[in-house]
């Protein structure tokens, strides 16, 4: 097959950590075709979706004493070619929130493509609606008290019926922005203008559970199906267990609540194209459903010695 990632600069990724380099790297070893390339390299020409794109080479990640190790010198790109992405049997939308402007101007791009030759993974539309903070309110259930709202007396009287609360832009990632909040913080005030840019963007604000300290636990959906989860741990003063801010992972298995969660996700998933995709748990409860660029495969993999890129991959040849 002919696969094209939409990515951020590659020079930017880690081999170790990133999933969308873990995706291309199966692919590669599978003998797929590899092509990169970045939102602004996206055009509309003739009615169609074209890029400029560079075939690319990968040298996988080795596991050593635990850790993965990259060499040096772990990707090889080829020339640079504008090519019609119509001629792809797939394209991996893999950019890196914040799903801005720009970001919905290229899911636009994307939609000029023919779904039954190229397959876009997640859909274009399904990027669009799926906020990754709003979609999880569809799930209402499965989620502890949670708001939203850019009002300061709404989200005073939130925190103080539940003594504590976690504040979080809609529309950031990696745990970016997120706050925790009590009543009696000095600047309550403060941090609310700030978070809501005075009052002109909502926030979600959450019940705090104290189950964070024991992980924020990331699962891995393909196709509406669970197929590995990471625990992530906050370290030091931080109460973020995010990867990106320095959470520490750890193997965790599924809890048959959480499996119960996931069915009830899933034909939502699948109906709106999100093929793949990790939803976050903390203590039993839904917090988010990522879509634009999940994360967390290379560690799933480390933990239990399996290849969750492969699968997708093999799941893609399937589907074709």
């Known amino acids: ?163 504590a609360a976690v504040l979080k832009p809609l529309g950031g990632k990696g745990g970016e922005g997120i706050l925790f909040l009590t009543p009696d913080d000095r600047n309550f005030n403060s941090l609310i203008e700030v978070s809501t840019g005075r009052a002109r963007e909502p926030l979600m604000i959450q019940k705090f559970l104290p189950a964070a300290t024991d992980g924020d636990k990331r699962i891995i959906l393909l196709d509406g199906k669970p197929i590995g989860a990471v625990n992530r741990i906050p370290t030091g003063k931080e109460f973020r267990g995010n990867m990106a801010v320095g959470g520490r992972s750890e193997k965790v298995d599924i809890t048959d609540r959480e499996y119960q969660m996931c069915a009830e996700i899933a034909p939502k998933l699948q109906a709106a194209g999100l093929y793949f995709v990790g939803i976050d748990t903390i203590g039993g409860y839904l917090t988010e459903i990522n879509v634009t660029s999940p994360t967390g495969i290379r560690e799933i993999d480390r933990f239990n010695n399996v290849s969750l890129g492969q699968s997708v991959m093999e799941w893609l040849v399937a589907r074709k």
């Open 1 to 163: 097959m002919k696969l094209t990632f939409i990515i951020d600069p590659i020079g930017k990724l880690d081999p170790t950590h990133d999933t969308s380099v873990a995706l291309m790297e199966a692919a590669d070893r599978l003998g797929h075709q590899v092509w990169i390339t970045q939102a602004e390299k996206l055009s509309v020409v003739g009615g169609e979706a074209w890029a400029f794109v560079q075939q690319v080479k990968l040298v996988p990640v080795q596991l050593q004493d635990g850790r993965w190790v990259a060499q040096p010198d772990w990707y090889q790109l080829g020339n640079v070619e504008f090519q019609p992405l119509g001629e792809m049997d797939a394209v991996f939308m893999r950019t890196d929130p914040p799903a801005d402007v720009a970001y919905f101007y290229a899911t636009y791009i994307l939609d000029c493509l023919d779904p039954a030759k190229t397959l876009v993974v997640n859909s274009p539309s399904g990027l669009r609606n799926a906020n990754e903070k709003m979609f999880a309110l569809q799930f209402a259930r499965w989620m502890t008290e949670t708001i939203v709202s850019r009002d300061k007396v709404v989200i005073r009287q939130f925190v103080e019926t539940h003594g």
